[in-house]
């Protein structure tokens, strides 16, 4: 799955997926552009990318907003010398049942989420028509399909996968393709937060989920990171407009 020679941009790159993702993309050769919120972690991606031999620069970005995010882009494009790959992967959690979650807390994961992808998308494929090809990878969730206590991040992450379905039919004739992973439970800081949410210890939410799931372990960043390398390589240049869901089972 050589990328060498290509150029990613990776948003909510400085933790989680994110992170796994870009250094997973460097080490596949891609010059990668880590995006964050923060810069600070993005900084800390994109150095240990280097120190590794690889090549990267490190942007900030809030995605929810459209300036911020075509300064992103153009940035990357610029940094980079060209743009062949976005994977978007910024998100929040403001869980709460639905008669006690505010309009704010609404607001701003479907902003960060759904909104925020389709800013990026927008904004990439500006860059991308021109140049008759791209890759783009956009993070759904195996809470797309319901689950309780998210029905604004529920909301969001099924939005993802139509707009994905939708952006591989209208993009499809410029050799652009668009997938969407769906991660299950991955250890990362979110399923820490749901943790917290609920009650519970970390070390036995996992293990209850892990005896739940066919493959009896729960999911690292990595096993998505290695899903979303596929689909960004010339491997996957037939498949656009799918979802593949990263959860150990059916």
Same mark, same amino acid.
């Given at each position: 799955?050589? /990328?060498?020679?290509?150029?990613?941009?990776?948003?909510?790159?400085?933790?989680?997926?994110?992170?796994?993702?870009? =250094?997973? +993309?460097?080490? =596949?050769?891609? *010059? %990668? #552009?880590? #995006?964050?919120?923060?810069?600070?972690?993005?900084?800390?991606?994109?150095?240990?990318? =280097?120190?590794?031999?690889?090549? !990267?620069? !490190?942007?900030?970005?809030?995605?929810? *907003?459209?300036?911020?995010?075509?300064?992103?882009?153009?940035?990357?494009?610029?940094?980079?010398?060209? +743009?062949?790959?976005?994977?978007?992967?910024?998100?929040?959690?403001?869980?709460?049942?639905?008669?006690?979650?505010?309009?704010?807390?609404?607001? +701003?994961?479907?902003?960060?989420?759904?909104?925020?992808? *389709?800013?990026?998308?927008?904004? !990439?494929?500006?860059?991308?028509?021109?140049?008759?090809?791209? $890759?783009? %990878?956009?993070?759904? @969730?195996?809470?797309? +399909?319901?689950?309780?206590?998210?029905?604004?991040? @529920?909301?969001? $992450?099924?939005?993802?996968?139509?707009?994905?379905?939708?952006?591989?039919?209208?993009?499809?004739?410029?050799?652009?393709?668009?997938?969407? &992973?769906?991660?299950?439970?991955?250890?990362?800081?979110?399923?820490?937060?749901? #943790?917290?949410?609920?009650? %519970?210890? *970390?070390?036995?939410? $996992?293990?209850?989920? !892990?005896?739940?799931?066919?493959?009896?372990?729960?999911? &690292?960043?990595?096993?998505?990171?290695?899903?979303?390398?596929?689909?960004?390589?010339?491997? #996957?240049?037939?498949? @656009?407009?799918?979802? /593949?869901?990263?959860?150990?089972?059916?």
């Amino acid at each position: 799955m050589s /990328l060498e020679g290509t150029a990613a941009l990776v948003t909510g790159g400085g933790r989680g997926i994110g992170a796994a993702t870009a =250094e997973r +993309l460097a080490r =596949e050769g891609a *010059f %990668v #552009a880590v #995006a964050d919120m923060d810069m600070e972690p993005a900084l800390e991606v994109a150095g240990r990318i =280097e120190r590794a031999g690889g090549r !990267a620069t !490190a942007l900030a970005c809030d995605v929810r *907003f459209p300036d911020q995010v075509s300064a992103m882009v153009e940035g990357a494009a610029r940094e980079l010398g060209r +743009l062949d790959i976005l994977v978007t992967c910024a998100g929040v959690l403001r869980d709460n049942l639905v008669h006690k979650m505010s309009e704010e807390d609404w607001d +701003l994961v479907i902003d960060t989420h759904l909104k925020g992808s *389709f800013l990026c998308c927008q904004a !990439a494929q500006r860059l991308m028509v021109p140049q008759k090809s791209g $890759k783009m %990878v956009l993070v759904s @969730s195996t809470s797309a +399909l319901g689950n309780r206590g998210q029905a604004n991040y @529920s909301a969001a $992450k099924m939005g993802i996968q139509g707009l994905a379905r939708t952006l591989a039919i209208e993009l499809g004739r410029y050799n652009i393709n668009v997938n969407v &992973v769906a991660p299950g439970f991955i250890e990362t800081r979110m399923t820490m937060q749901t #943790a917290e949410r609920m009650g %519970v210890d *970390f070390a036995g939410f $996992k293990e209850a989920v !892990a005896a739940a799931t066919p493959i009896p372990r729960t999911g &690292v960043p990595d096993d998505v990171a290695g899903t979303i390398a596929f689909l960004v390589s010339e491997d #996957a240049s037939y498949i @656009s407009g799918q979802t /593949l869901y990263v959860r150990g089972g059916p």
